[in-house]
């Protein structure tokens, strides 16, 4: 089956943002809880934190541009080795539009953007 389909049901928004009526099932993809944002506000409908970065990837990355290649890569290492986790995630696109939520100020340069373009690369979903 071609996984192409299911990629254009995965939407990328920050935790902070309002849901919307075709947000699906909102994911979060972070290890830690956005700081400042209640549950009740966040609208979060599964945290699959075992997609999240490692932590020492995460504080090696700091957000910053420059290291945006380079932490796709190790990222996308990581990744390969979350069988489970990807299986979860998978199992939701499959049942319809998903919603990754991130809480990074960068909107291009965070792990919801690398995740899903991961998911692009392997056809994983």
Partial sequence: MDA????KQIKIKRADEDPAHDDGVRILVDRLWPRGLSKARAHVDLWLKDLAPSSTLRRW??????RWVEF???YARELDAKDRAIAALR???RRGRVTL???ANDPEHNNAVALHSYL???RTV
């Fill in 4 to 7: 192409m389909p299911f990629i």
């Fill in 61 to 66: 990355f700091n957000h910053d541009p420059a």
């Fill in 72 to 74: 796709r890569r190790r």
């Fill in 91 to 93: 199992g939701a696109v």
């Fill in 101 to 103: 939520l991130f809480s």
């Fill in 120 to 122: 692009v690369s392997r």
